[in-house]
């Protein structure tokens, strides 16, 4: 166990990253996902995770929304940290009480959705404000129809996921996660579950986001067209650490290390 | 049919019909009992805590491997060797209501463990607590899971409210034995008892699944 | 009294007891599987008449209580002539009532064998019984096995209501030296963890080496 009163209480400064990852290590069993992983995402920053399956990316994002506890090493959400808090001056982990209040600030879409199949597209929508965030009723649903708007749901806001596409389903999932008002959005391989004909209608409302909203997003994807064409910074994971990160026109234009031309060659062939 | 009296059934049957409501009381107040303090069991097995998800699993599993008939007894004298009397009613309802609960923990158990993961992370990614994930997202799922064990389990138990005769609760077999010895006649009683039981769990095994499709309509699944 | 002085004391009591449960309990059971094949492959039946039988005998047996049956068997059937001794009416009522469980397991465990090894038999020109025999029921049995387990739970538990017609069990020797003791926490406390012992380190091990062997026989493992 690292010594824990090595990490900072709080970040502060004028430029204090959204998410840090400090020294951050995840292991399962003997397996060890994540090496001492170091990354910074500003505010509004948009950072694409690309790399071959088992590199440890997705953890990256569960992490980050406390789904996955992590071994070693500190995370950071707007400047306070996520995974531990202060105690008489260190660090310690985070009881429930404060991962709850730090959650609040981060938004998570799935491969698989995740909707609830037992609510409707606006009840999806609606059950963490009213429920969580102890919204009104008539609060809520103003919010919700607005985003059902946004992500062109609105016509079937009344119909239970079973009777929607797997595109529609996405929709809604991240229209619930932004009715939560997060400051971080997170983007788990959220079009590799779907055909491969309503995967636009899901890009096409992630696009819109990166366009009209100022929102902090970290993306887990397989397709690097899309992360070429919307991403402020691409990062290549290859065995539990960062490879390579950089622009995108950088990253996929001129790759630097190796591992990350032979990836994205064997990527180009699959394509 | 041999030696059957109907001018007997007419003469008894007021009584059978009177303890056919003390055996639906029995059976109904007994549920209830098990439907909560097995809802208590299954989550109390979920908890971080090791040794208590220990002592209830296998609390559970005792209750479950031995006959209710000596666990009503066990209720229903033990209490006064140590200076604590209990009514044939109130024992009956804790050894039943106990014994079903222990069932009924297992049903809630399985349906709980059907809710897919992604299910928990999202309501987790939503910042739940976690009674809101239990409350709103995990147990309406559950539900339907469990819909089909939890309504054999009320068959089940209507079933073994007879064994509660034993300490003098006065249902159905309890009357037909008492009817049996006043006039030394067993055949109508105990037939009659064996034709209600048919005549209330037979539909009620119907009803049970018309119901449980309903709410598994409702439900959208 | 404390326990040791109790058990000095009973033991031989409770132990005779205990052969008599298990010799219930292996009666029961021989007849249980019995009526279970007959009755499982009876509804399966393409034959209206044989259908009826079972799906008659099963809901009759299934929408009653196992102590209805039980007094039906000792109280009612002598008045038609039948008589039987009480320690055969007891494990005649208990294996008749897990019977009809035992039958829509037996149904339940040939319909999961694939259709495929339907035609397969039918290819080779087996004979419909040989078939059955040699092909589907032992895949069946591997199918079925882990909720017979359950059942034999259910059956042992099931033997204590012989009790009750005075067949000297564990739960009779109980009762009666709580009876002419009123040491009610050391006998039934005794007895339930006698039940639970040969339901937990007896019948469960059993079944399970049976699902193992059976599964490794079909070299399913």
């Not at chain 2, 007997?8 to 109904?28: C, S």
Request: proline share 4%.
């Amino acid at each position: 166990m690292l010594d824990h009163t090595g990490f900072p209480l709080e970040i502060t400064g004028e430029t204090t990253p959204m998410v840090s990852f400090r020294k951050v290590r995840k292991s399962y069993g003997a397996l060890t996902v994540l090496k001492n992983l170091d990354l910074d995402i500003a505010e509004g920053e948009m950072v694409s995770i690309i790399g071959p399956s088992g590199s440890g990316k997705t953890t990256v994002l569960r992490m980050l929304m406390t789904l996955e506890q992590i071994d070693d090493g500190v995370i950071y959400v707007d400047g306070q940290p996520l995974t531990h808090m202060p105690k008489q001056g260190r660090l310690v982990r985070a009881n429930e009480r404060h991962l709850r209040n730090r959650r609040a600030d981060i938004g998570m879409c799935f491969q698989h959705f995740n909707l609830f199949p037992h609510m409707t597209a606006l009840e999806n929508c609606m059950e963490g404000p009213v429920q969580v965030l102890g919204l009104s009723k008539a609060e809520a649903r103003d919010r919700s129809e607005e985003l059902l708007e946004l992500v062109g749901m609105i016509s079937k806001k009344d119909q239970r996921p079973s009777r929607l596409s797997g595109g529609q389903q996405q929709r809604v999932a991240i229209a619930r996660a932004l009715a939560m008002r997060p400051k971080v959005m997170l983007f788990d391989e959220v079009t590799s579950a779907l055909d491969p004909e309503v995967i636009g209608e899901v890009t096409n409302v992630i696009r819109k986001l990166v366009s009209e909203h100022n929102l902090t997003m970290l993306m887990v994807t397989h397709q690097m067209g899309f992360a070429r064409d919307i991403s402020d910074r691409v990062c290549f994971f290859y065995g539990g650490k960062i490879e390579e990160q950089g622009p995108p026109a950088e990253l996929f234009g001129n790759p630097q290390r190796e591992r990350t031309q032979q990836f994205l060659s064997a990527v180009r062939e699959a394509v | 049919m041999f030696d059957w009296k109907w001018d007997f059934v007419w003469e008894i049957l007021p009584r059978l019909l009177v303890a056919t409501g003390n055996t639906l009381l029995a059976a109904g107040a007994g549920y209830a009992i098990a439907l909560v303090l097995g809802l208590v069991f299954a989550l109390a097995q979920r908890t971080p805590y090791r040794a208590l998800t220990f002592v209830v699993r296998e609390f559970v599993e005792f209750i479950r491997s031995t006959p209710l008939l000596l666990q009503i007894f066990f209720v229903f004298y033990v209490g006064p060797q140590f200076g604590l009397r209990l009514s044939p009613w109130t024992s009956g309802m804790i050894a039943i209501g106990l014994h079903y609960a222990c069932y009924l923990s297992e049903v809630y158990r399985g349906g709980i463990e059907s809710v897919p993961r992604g299910q928990w992370e999202a309501a987790t990614a939503l910042n739940m607590t976690i009674t809101q994930k239990y409350r709103r997202v995990i147990i309406p799922q559950a539900i339907p899971t469990a819909l089909s064990g939890m309504g054999n389990y009320l068959v089940g138990i209507l079933k073994d409210t007879p064994m509660l005769s034993v300490i003098g609760v006065a249902e159905l077999i309890h009357v037909a034995n008492s009817i049996g010895s006043e006039h030394y006649r067993f055949l109508e009683p105990i037939t009659m008892v064996g034709i209600i039981f048919l005549a209330i769990s037979l539909p009620a095994a119907g009803l049970i699944r018309l119901f449980e499709g309903r709410v598994r309509r409702k439900l959208g699944l | 009294m404390i326990i040791f002085d109790f058990l000095a004391q009973y033991w031989p009591r409770l132990l005779s007891g205990t052969g008599v449960t298990i010799a219930q309990f292996f009666l029961a059971a021989v007849l249980g599987i019995a009526i279970s094949l007959a009755m499982g492959l009876m509804k399966l039946s393409q034959n209206r008449i044989l259908r009826g039988a079972a799906i008659t005998y099963i809901e009759i047996f299934r929408g009653t209580s196992l102590l209805v049956q039980l007094y039906w068997i000792f109280f009612v059937l002598p008045l038609f002539g039948v008589s039987i001794d009480k320690f055969t009416a007891g494990y005649v009522a208990v294996g008749m009532n897990i019977g009809a469980y035992g039958a829509e397991l037996v149904r339940g465990g040939i319909l999961s064998v694939p259709r495929g090894q339907w035609e397969a038999a039918l290819a080779i020109n087996m004979s419909p019984a040989r078939r059955m025999w040699r092909i589907i029921l032992p895949q069946a049995l591997v199918n079925m096995l882990p909720p017979w387990g359950n059942l034999m739970i259910e059956l042992l538990k099931g033997t204590a209501l012989v009790s009750l017609i005075s067949v000297a069990d564990l739960m009779f020797q109980a009762k009666q030296i709580n009876g002419s003791t009123f040491l009610s926490a050391q006998v039934f406390g005794t007895a339930l963890v006698i039940y639970y012992i040969l339901a937990r380190f007896l019948v469960t091990p059993f079944m399970r080496w049976l699902e193992r062997a059976m599964a490794r026989k079909l070299g399913k493992v």
